[in-house]
């Protein structure tokens, strides 16, 4: 982020960098992603006055539509979704940019069009060259995107306006698709043209994490493996495949979670002290983590990692079906539903630090957090009156719901005994910032704008964190799957996952 | 626990309870037990992240600041005195009452700020500053906010300055805003405490606008060429605004000469590199027919390149409109949302800086040059 040139007309403004005029085109302007969050997160921008004063957006898909129709439809989006209230002014102003292209994405002639319109829209409304392109498309569309795109002559940066593109996630579905795909990207754009997104990233409480730890004096002494027993990451959701069954057939918990949101979260734990905020800064070394990350062996995958799929029960009191009871799914589907699995990081700070990472889907509570569990006292002076093994200090950093962080440490009872009682300080982020924090998507919105990767994804990044994910898959393809469903609905999975702690004495803790 | 008319929820029974002085801090750890123990109430966790002293001459002020910081109140826990220092009624009076209030958003989301309302009478002022003083939570930033005009020589006030570590006040509210200003470029110089003046949040969207002339790159090294500032400003009000907005301009582009001769600058695309080493000017015009003090238009003049860049307002829409007139440049303005910002919002603006604003400070001390040379009627 301090790579960023400040004016000095823009220092101590509520925005000390200011995105330069452009135009976003969002490819598969039609689908639910363009309309739930990125028209809302653009509006919410606008209204907000972070927006360039000089700005459109094209909508790029295959339905017919007029300019006016797709403005009407992003109307209803940012009416149902953004965050900041519609107003009439910031909404004229927002529509007045507003363009659309009908076109197939693999029709050199659609992207023609776009073309021209862009240039137009340089001319009319002062966007100066400037296009940040927003993949809103199935994955399998990525790469005749970027090969349209650069056959257009739409990545070319030679005139001087800047050409970004946002890739959403899934980036690949494995470790050599991912290779394919960058290598695809990587012939037609810069590395720094390329903005992959994992919108976890955006989170203010993940990027809370490094300003916890970098940003206080007192935690960083202790975060290493001298005082660290272990640390537990949980992602967990109450809700199942809400009618994604077929995508999630594809995809699976550890492609849709682990490899991206859970990795992202561990590496931002684990790493070491940036140099400096700077992109490549902060991601050299989250991708220092993933690297010392060794890659399962098959016979590591059956002893470190356990899946699970859920079959019918109850969350939240209400009855929920079994997976294979959802539409797209199939009747006798292996796909897991939730995954648990030991990491260790060899290296100097983490060395015999195991971190439990496990991520769900239908299990109790939906819950975002990461705990790290410190080593007990070397000496108990208290004679053991109140002193328990299981009570250890927790420090658990909540990124939703409530977010927050905990502490939990030893206090005495009142009374004339000595009695210790585990007590738990909380912080709450809602309890301390009345101000609603920005939706992920406006952050990173606003950041690709900017040029800013700090928050997007490296390519050596997601290689090394699909490189991880794909030897867990191969592990699995060698053996026969356990015996699917193993966990009913509104559990914390299956009986397996407690037996992955038990056997290194350690147990998990209960959100 | 009950809501008040706009939903936040009253701790503590509801409504101001008077309480007896001496017992204050008891009184406020009552408050938060009682609470903790509420049946079937929602889990209050208690934070808090400043304090906030507001400090008013008379009932309707302090009327005034209680409406203004309870719109504010969902914003930052805060422990907040507000105090009457009356001038009338029983001189030795010192009356206190108490009230929590919660703003409650769903799960995990409250904000909860203690008031504490005190009425001083003038013989009282020193027992109020020893009642205030000890019930500050410590660590946490002292703010004082004095409505209308200071009265520098007050026995309380000279005791909670001692403790601030921010004076927040409005000139525009002030009988002598040039006096006050100067008063405040005192204080900043003199390192005592952090000034904050509602006038200069007022500016916010102006600067905003005048800010984003510079951002493209066709205009990134403008700021450095730039020699000549003028300000206009409606007649017959203050020129707090116009100089405050002056002076930032002449500081930020002094910086930029500053950046420059460091090469830190980018170089302007047809500019010969050189340039004047005078100072910039800046001049501010009283424009009648404009409302009071407000500000209607700025403009920054360079020789080499030949540039003049401008915002000025776009009345019937409620809009700021920036333009930059230069070679190379997008002829296009700009357009930036402007309504003129209601009080709760310059209040939380000034909120949200703790300890010294650099920036407001620089230009505060060229606003207090500027106005060196005003004449009562405006004008420089």
Redesign the interface.
């Known amino acids: 982020m301090s790579e960023l040139a400040l004016s000095p007309f823009r220092e101590g403004l509520a925005r000390e960098v200011a995105p330069p005029p452009c135009t976003v085109v969002i490819f598969g302007a039609t689908g639910d992603l363009a309309h739930r969050k990125l028209a809302p997160a653009l509006y919410t921008l606008k209204h907000e006055g972070m927006l360039p004063g000089r700005f459109a957006i094209v909508g790029y898909a295959r339905s017919e539509y007029t300019d006016q129709a797709f403005a009407g439809d992003l109307k209803t989006s940012v009416t149902e979704h953004a965050r900041a209230p519609l107003e009439a002014g910031a909404w004229e102003d927002f529509a007045s940019g507003v363009r659309y292209v009908t076109g197939e994405f693999g029709d050199p002639a659609g992207f023609a069009r776009l073309r021209a319109l862009l240039v137009s829209l340089d001319q009319e409304r002062g966007t100066a060259g400037n296009r940040l392109f927003y993949f809103a498309t199935p994955p399998s569309f990525y790469p005749v995107l970027f090969q349209n795109l650069a056959a257009a002559g739409l990545l070319d940066e030679s005139a001087g306006g800047f050409a970004r593109v946002i890739v959403e996630k899934p980036f690949g579905r494995d470790l050599a698709s991912a290779q394919a795909l960058n290598a695809e990207a990587l012939k037609v754009a810069q590395e720094q043209q390329i903005f992959r997104i994992d919108h976890y990233l955006g989170k203010e409480t993940v990027q809370n994490i490094l300003v916890f730890r970098f940003g206080n004096a007192i935690f960083e002494p202790l975060w290493n493996h001298k005082y660290v027993d272990h640390v537990q990451i949980t992602v967990g959701e109450s809700i199942g495949v809400e009618g994604r069954g077929k995508f999630y057939e594809e995809a699976g918990t550890l492609r849709d979670i682990v490899q991206n949101h859970l990795m992202q979260l561990l590496a931002l734990t684990a790493m070491e002290p940036p140099v400096s905020f700077a992109a490549d800064a902060v991601r050299d070394e989250k991708v220092k983590v993933l690297r010392a990350m060794p890659r399962f062996t098959p016979r590591e995958v059956s002893e470190r990692v356990v899946r699970g799929q859920y079959g019918p029960g109850s969350v939240g009191g209400e009855d929920a079906p079994g997976y294979r009871a959802e539409p797209g799914v199939a009747a006798e589907s292996n796909t897991e539903t939730f995954v648990a699995i030991k990491f260790e990081i060899d290296n100097w700070r983490w060395a015999g630090v195991p971190f439990y990472v496990r991520a769900g889907k239908r299990l109790p509570k939906r819950v975002t957090e990461i705990a790290v569990q410190f080593k007990d006292v070397p000496h108990a002076i208290f004679g053991g009156q109140g002193e328990r093994p299981g009570d250890p200090n927790v420090l658990a950093l909540r990124i939703q719901p409530e977010e927050g962080i905990s502490l939990k440490f030893g206090a005495k009872v009142p009374g004339a005994r000595l009695t210790i009682e585990p007590v738990k300080m909380d912080f709450l982020y809602g309890s301390s910032f009345g101000a609603e924090p920005p939706e992920a998507y406006e952050r990173l919105l606003l950041d690709a704008m900017l040029g800013d990767s700090t928050l997007f994804i490296r390519k050596d990044e997601v290689e090394a964190a699909w490189g991880l994910v794909s030897a867990v898959h191969q592990g699995w393809a060698d053996v026969p799957p356990p015996a699917l469903p193993n966990y009913e609905a509104g559990t914390w999975g299956p009986e397996a996952v407690n037996a992955l702690l038990a056997k290194d004495g350690r147990e998990w803790r209960r959100p | 626990m009950i809501a008040d008319p706009e939903g936040r929820q009253i701790l503590g029974g509801g409504g101001a309870l008077a309480v007896d002085v001496k017992a204050l801090g008891r009184e406020l750890r009552r408050l938060w037990e009682e609470t903790s123990r509420a049946p079937g109430g929602p889990v209050i966790?208690?934070?808090c992240?400043r304090n906030l002293i507001a400090v008013a001459a008379n009932a309707a002020e302090a009327e005034h600041a209680t409406r203004l910081l309870a719109a504010v109140a969902?914003?930052?826990?805060t422990r907040v005195f507000v105090v009457e220092a009356s001038a009338e009624g029983d001189p030795a009076r010192l009356e206190a009452h108490l009230q929590a209030v919660c703003?409650i958003?769903g799960?995990?989301?409250?904000?909860?700020c203690e008031q504490i309302a005190l009425t001083v009478g003038p013989r009282a002022r020193r027992r109020a500053a020893g009642t205030i003083v000890p019930l500050l939570v410590p660590d946490l930033p002292v703010f004082v906010w004095v409505l209308g005009t200071p009265n520098w020589d007050d026995e309380l006030l000279q005791r909670l300055l001692e403790v601030a570590d921010r004076v927040v006040v409005d000139t525009r509210a002030a009988s002598d805003p040039v006096a006050l200003l100067g008063a405040l470029d005192g204080s900043a110089r003199d390192d005592r405490w952090a000034p904050g003046d509602f006038e200069w949040s007022r500016l916010?969207p102006w600067?905003?606008a005048?800010?984003?002339?510079?951002?493209?790159?066709s205009t990134?090294a403008l700021?450095a060429r730039l020699e000549r500032v003028v300000v206009r400003y409606g007649a017959a009000g203050s020129p707090i605004g116009a100089a405050l907005l002056a002076g930032w301009a002449l500081d930020?582009?002094q910086?930029?000469r500053d950046?420059s001769e460091t090469g830190l600058a980018?170089r302007v695309a047809d500019g010969d590199g050189g340039g004047d080493d005078a100072p910039a000017t800046a001049v501010l015009e009283a424009i009648p027919g404009r409302a009071a003090g407000e500000i209607c238009g700025v403009e920054l003049y360079a020789r080499a390149p030949h540039a003049r860049c401008a915002v000025v307002t776009s009345g019937e829409?409620?809009?700021l409109s920036?333009s930059v007139d230069l070679q190379n440049a997008?002829p296009?303005p700009?357009?930036?949302?402007w309504t003129r910002p209601a009080e709760e919002t310059l209040l939380e603006d000034q909120l949200d800086v703790i300890g010294i604003?650099?920036?407001?400070e620089r230009a505060l001390a060229r606003a207090a040059t500027l106005l060196a040379g005003v004449t009562p009627d405006g004008g420089s």
């Open positions: 966790t208690r934070a992240t969902g914003l930052h826990p703003s958003r799960a995990g989301r409250h904000v909860c916010a600067r905003e005048v800010a984003s002339l510079f951002d493209e790159p990134a700021p930020r582009i910086s930029a950046r980018l829409d409620a809009a920036a997008c296009l700009a357009r930036h949302p604003w650099p920036v407001y």
